[in-house]
């Protein structure tokens, strides 16, 4: 069986300042750790697929800096197929800013540099491994062209499409009837449904309306609060798995790209998202984007740790 996941989105430097807690507006924080650190949603969640043990093409655009040659070997070292990550010369790569405070809560702000350069045509030049998906993982750290234009292609070719509609954006609602799962947090469910995402009940009720709006499977992740998740036939939850917290960067993203492996791997939905949510909490307790993914070995003596 085909098991091929192809990731098309961003990749990011990440340029991180950890500190006891977040300054507030126009204050200067002076004992900060800082670290350097490889990022951006679509390459965390492509690096989170293939440490999960997944068969990963990642379809991404980057450019030409001092950090962008250890970002290219990197997506090699992880064993990707990386055919279809193209280089604009004339553009920096992606950056973000992160700033970790106490309790792993963050201030991201991110320069898309040759994130916006993924352009449909670019895209259209991987149709030949996106044609071979068994599943598509997008972000929204791509132009919102590319995103529609992606939805086209794999509606053509049959493709299911895992939208983990992260950062929050304008978007046209017809795109969500072409989505089998969309994966959003509180904030992401709160913009798309106009529900306000504040418990449990509150969480059902967006993902109800998100169900309305035409995405076959809505996964609404809430953080230590656990995952709720429904489509036609059911409305369910999972608990999290209960660890302490040095950085959420790039737990959404550990879970996206570990729940497209298990996905692709058959697995009934409960054990899909119970699977992603120990590796997201692996996640959570260690800083940095890539540096926190784990691997499926990790992964697996988790779970058993806590079952
Ligand atoms: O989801 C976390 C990611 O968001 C970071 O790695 C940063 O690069 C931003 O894209």
Known sequence: MNKKIVVIGSSNVDLIMKMDRLPKVGETITDATFMQVYGGKGANQAVAAARAGGDVAFVNCVGNDAYTPQMLTNFETEGMHTQFV???????????????GSEGNNYLSVAPGANAALTPEKVKKATKIIKEAAIIVMQYEIPLETIEYVFDLAQDYKIPVLWNFAPAQKFNIDYLKKTEILVVNETEASFISKIEVTDRATAEKAVYKLLELGSKLIILTLGADGVIYGNKNEMSYVPAFKVKAEDTTAAGDTFCGSFAVSFVEGKPLNEVITFSSAAAALAVTRIGAQPSIPKRIDIDRFLIENK
């Open 86 to 100: 193209f280089q604009e010369d004339k553009l920096v790569s992606g950056h973000a800013l992160v700033m970790i």
